[in-house]
């Protein structure tokens, strides 16, 4: 069905594996030019370890938001039981832990995406020279190193934490769907998972939160504090005191897991095709959801809906190769995308094109051809991140889909993934994670993404404090509407 379509599947020049995907992650072997570029700008020492970027095949780009208490996963995700994987079981030596520090220092050096927050990093290299004498002085080490860089995408879990978060996953111990960020001597909302107990109870990013089960949160508490009142045994009530504009309210929360993200989709009265797309996590949604429009072409043949409705409302992002091909499916040629990734002192940008189906080969089928014609529109709001506002922005800039809702989160790099299973921790020691960012993502047009998000062509909100889906209905009035007028 893929191929009918015409998806392009794209081979990305980036690293990393994931713990506690969503359906698992798909395999792809790491691109054989990335082993020769990567080592030609780095110091003899990087260079006879190679093992740091001849990575093993289950390394994949992740490039979304990730999970409160998991920070390797999207929002939907759970944890697995290789988080709680052991570390090597010989205690190594100082000079195996300066060693291993150093490698670890080349490697973020060598591949974070923005040069200019490295102008510092060199002060980083024997910072902790003769002080590192445990495992855990490493990973101390290791955490402060990374932190120094200031962005919340690259960073260093020890493998303690990922025990506990493992542990607390076990235990029924869930998250209430959103995160916090201390701005501006608040705590704010900086993320809603859909589905979640705090969307269902309409917290909404920016919201200030002042309290959470009878703990005053202030600026002087800290992010590791919040995000452990954040996490509650399943079934517990939890008062969250929420500040918007000029209200606070106390809302009860009961914890629970949020629901399982489906495809959903439905033909209204006016003949247009509605359809929700999760995340871009899980390629077997992606198999759903072309089944489900293949279904509602189907069913309203011979003359087939009028106009297509996508649904990214809350879609956290996911692995930046499942967009390429969504986008991909619905536009005849064009670009994608572009991106900045770096090798050492290499820069390059690159632009992420779509060619026709005739030119890559073979005629697309019939469904395939009024997939690429018909009027799209797509939904959005201040929870699309990631590889959903990869899709917003290649559909907004070749003017394929017209942009209906709020602005987008404002995520616009990808990261990649060292832990246990691949990279350096295959042979070394400590058992985290370590997280780099490294690719900025820009739409075709050139707009950086990132802290601005991707405006919709048509603004309509959803009231606050109703119910029903009022965002939804007005934007399928909006459309019926616009179909009427064609």
Known sequence: MKKQLGIVLLLLLVMGSNIGSAGGAATTAAPTNLTGNVAQWLPASARENLQLFALSESLQLRNGVEAIGAPTAEPTAEPTAEATAQPAQTPPTPAQLENFYEHIWQLVGATYYNPAALTHWGDWEHKFDGKLKTVED??????QMVA???????SYTPYAERVKNYNQFKANVVDLGMMLKLENDAYRVWYVEWGSVAWAADIRRGDIITAIAGTQI???TSQDQVDALLMQAQGTKVTIVDQHGSTTEKIELTAAAAATPEVESHLDSHGIAYIRFPN??????LDDFVKQLKDMYDASAPKHFSALVIDLRGNPGGLGSEAISFVSAFMQKGIVMSQLTRQGRLLTTSQLSVVAPDVAGGQPSEFAKFVERVPLYLLVDENSASAAEVTAGGFKDNHRAILIGNTTWGKGVGYVDYDQQSGPYATLPTGGL??????GLRTPNGSNVQGRGIRPNIFIYQPRGHKGDIQLQNSLRYVAAAMAGH
Do not use: C, M, R, Y
């Open 434 to 439: 370590l997280q780099i960012t490294v690719e």
């Open 280 to 285: 871009f996590d899980d390629p077997n949604l």
């Open 138 to 143: 490493l990973e101390a080490a290791l955490q």
């Open 148 to 154: 120094s860089i200031g962005d919340h995408w690259t």
């Open 218 to 220: 202030t600026n002087k």
